[in-house]
């Protein structure tokens, strides 16, 4: 709905939008939806951000799996500015013609947004215009957070899953989620968790690390108890996921099963990316 140049589709000035940019549209967009159907709406924006992300959409099997799977639409359209910017105007006019009583963000509002971030970017319709930004204050360099680093494979990931569970291959959907896991886990490698640097390579390995550096701790339990799912699904008397599942094993595993243990993997997953976030700021302030 807004224009722009067309080079800006590929190389956008500016860089990517902010944290705090994204937090504020999400929280608009959580407005928006408020005034009706909640998990609707959110499916709406999803679409528009996955076109922007260039990465495919599938409705969520649940509210709050729209929601995290919208936010990370939302960080993987940031990375082009002119793009996220567009994907949100454009789904709050479509809905505006759906919804004429409903109440949306103001340009004012939206540039105000993009003003506090020092973005460079306004929205003077019909165009989406940069103005330049303020030189930044430079500061030590920090590790970049994992949703910044792995956005895109994460998000494929869990789509992948998503998918195949509604396609009754529960298995593989436990599979692919369970070598996310393993993936995300490797992201704390090098970074100071408090008694030291994580110097290890594997999954149970930089588990047990992070648990002895928070002994007492919120961390070493619940990483205790993703270690504790992590084995029974690898193990050949267990769920078989990784181990033991041969061409003689052919029952596939319960949909009620897959599900659960898609959701609680998928919970771990974003409670190690919020404290991934949270050591590496400590170290990188």
């Not at 340009?107 to 971030?117: G, Q």
């Not at 204050?137 to 680093?149: A, H, M, T, V």
């Not at 593989?172 to 393993?182: G, M, N, P, R, Y």
Request: with cysteine.
């Amino acid at each position: 709905m807004l224009t722009f140049p067309n080079e800006w589709r590929f190389e956008a000035p500016g860089g990517p939008l902010p944290s705090t940019v994204i937090n504020q549209f999400d929280d608009l967009i959580s407005r928006v939806a408020s005034q009706g159907d909640r998990w609707n709406v959110i499916e709406f924006f999803k679409v528009r951000f996955a076109g922007a992300a260039g990465l495919p959409s599938h409705r969520s099997s649940s509210l709050s799996w729209a929601e995290g799977d919208l936010a990370n639409l939302m960080h993987g359209a940031a990375e082009n500015a002119p793009l996220f910017i567009n994907a949100f105007c454009k789904a709050c006019v479509e809905l505006r013609e759906q919804e004429p009583n409903w109440g949306f963000p103001t340009i004012e509002r939206l540039n105000r947004v993009l003003s506090e971030a020092e973005t460079g970017y306004a929205i003077q319709p019909p165009n989406l215009v940069f103005t330049g930004m303020q030189v930044p204050i430079i500061k030590p360099e920090r590790q970049p957070s994992l949703d910044e680093q792995a956005q895109q494979l994460i998000q494929r990931s869990l789509d992948q899953s998503e998918q195949l569970l509604r396609e009754g291959r529960g298995r593989q959907a436990v599979s692919e989620i369970l070598w996310l896991l393993e993936t995300v886990s490797t992201a704390f490698r090098g970074l100071d968790a408090g008694l030291g640097t994580i110097e290890e390579k594997y999954f149970n390995r930089i588990a047990g690390e992070l648990r002895r550096q928070h002994r007492g701790q919120v961390l070493e339990q619940v990483v205790g108890w993703m270690t504790t799912l992590y084995g029974f699904l690898s193990s050949p008397t267990g769920g078989r996921v990784r181990h033991g599942a041969d061409i003689t094993n052919t029952a596939e595993m319960p949909h009620g099963d897959a599900e659960l243990y898609c959701n609680l993997i998928r919970s771990y997953l974003g409670y190690l990316m919020a404290e991934h976030d949270r050591i590496s700021r400590a170290q990188f302030p």
